[in-house]
């Protein structure tokens, strides 16, 4: 065993907010979280529904899922993300997206002198799966940030976590014809997809994007923002064939299998739209009103045009604004979660309820 192995990780990031979280809850009025972007509304009735009626299911679900759950999948990303015609046996549930960002390197065989490339403001699992499986990391948001490297694996992530930015048509199409040119593995974290306010995003396996190739393209999508399913652990992986049947192979392998009932509650989320549109509904409201009062509060809002979080600066040390924020009760994430780029910013989840978004709101005002 190595000895120094878990030392290669960066430290866990929100135990870093544990002190500010102390004092936050210490508020005469109580907590108001805004720092872990956690689904807290209702999971749909007819999700649980479902997982009531499938879960009389002793026998091992398999690796692939059901069949039933792939095509509802596809069926969603062509009536909902213009993406036709995508083959069933090229998609994969997966124990939500996080096992899969952790371990897709690893899946994927790469090791030692491959260098995976994550954004410069980017969820830190993309750069934990990339130490884990022995890679090097290179930061940045076009190719010129990596110098003359050979990138194996490139992370692109629109909605961003945390900046809420949508990279456009033009830009996604630079990137996969750049990907391809390059003979690099192109994995667009798409998890905020339906989530779009102030722009419409896109999946690289738009054949606007893509061309209706997409081969070297692999996607990410995840039932627990859109749906309320962060517990259901329930997330899919699809694109180039190729690709997927090697990742199949080696998940069998590692007996990585999405639980049958939970495949039953998948199918019921990506069938019913109207659960969609009703929990947007929510989250617009609770972003137009924290829009406000962030603002009237001194900050500005950055990006922010998607997803589920607003990128807020004050022109000060991230952590300044977090323990400030703090002494009234509201918790939020540093910036620096994400990157060193990410100093002067923090970031503010739409995730709670619409009586402790209210407390905020009141509390910023005064």
């Not at 997927?244 to 509650?265: D, T, W």
Request: proline fraction near 6%; aromatic fraction near 6%; hydrophobic fraction near 40%.
């Amino acid at each position: 065993m190595d000895p120094d192995w878990q030392s290669r990780f960066p430290a866990f990031p929100w135990d870093s907010i544990a002190a500010a979280k102390a004092k936050a809850s210490k508020h005469s009025d109580g907590l108001v979280d805004l720092s872990i972007g956690t689904p807290i509304d209702k999971v749909p009735n007819a999700v649980r529904a479902a997982l009531a009626a499938g879960c009389d299911t002793p026998g091992y679900p398999t690796t692939h899922g059901k069949l039933s759950l792939r095509r509802a999948y596809s069926g969603w990303l062509q009536r909902t993300h213009e993406v036709p015609d995508l083959d069933p046996e090229a998609v994969l549930p997966t124990i939500g997206s996080k096992e899969l960002v952790a371990t897709l390197p690893l899946q994927l065989g790469l090791g030692a002198g491959d260098v995976v490339a994550i954004p410069e403001l980017a969820y830190p699992t993309y750069e934990v799966g990339a130490i884990a499986a022995g890679c090097a990391v290179v930061r940045g948001d076009t190719p010129s940030d990596y110098g003359n490297v050979t990138v194996a694996l490139r992370w692109i992530n629109s909605p961003s976590n945390p900046t809420g930015a949508v990279t456009s048509a033009a830009g996604l199409r630079e990137t996969v014809a750049w990907a391809r040119a390059n003979n690099t593995i192109l994995v667009s974290d798409e998890c905020y997809i339906d989530l779009g306010w102030d722009a419409h995003p896109l999946s690289i396996l738009n054949p606007e994007i893509c061309g209706k190739d997409h081969s070297g393209l692999l996607v990410a999508h995840s039932l627990s923002k859109r749906s309320n399913m962060a517990g259901y652990r329930v997330g899919f992986l699809a694109g180039d064939p190729d690709l997927v049947a090697k990742l199949l192979q080696i998940r069998k392998q590692f007996g990585s299998m999405v639980p049958s009932p939970m495949q039953a509650a998948a199918i019921a989320a990506l069938d019913d739209d109207g659960h969609v549109i009703a929990q947007r509904s929510r989250y617009a409201g609770r972003r137009e009103v924290l829009i406000r009062a962030l603002g009237d509060a001194g900050f500005q809002i950055d990006h922010s045009e998607a997803g589920l979080y607003l990128w807020c600066t004050r022109g000060e040390d991230a952590m300044k604004t977090v323990d400030d924020l703090a002494e009234m009760g509201i918790l939020v994430a540093p910036g620096t979660f994400y990157g060193p780029a990410g100093s002067k910013h923090v970031r503010v989840a739409l995730t709670a309820k619409d009586e402790r978004i209210a407390a905020a709101v009141q509390r910023l005002a005064a």
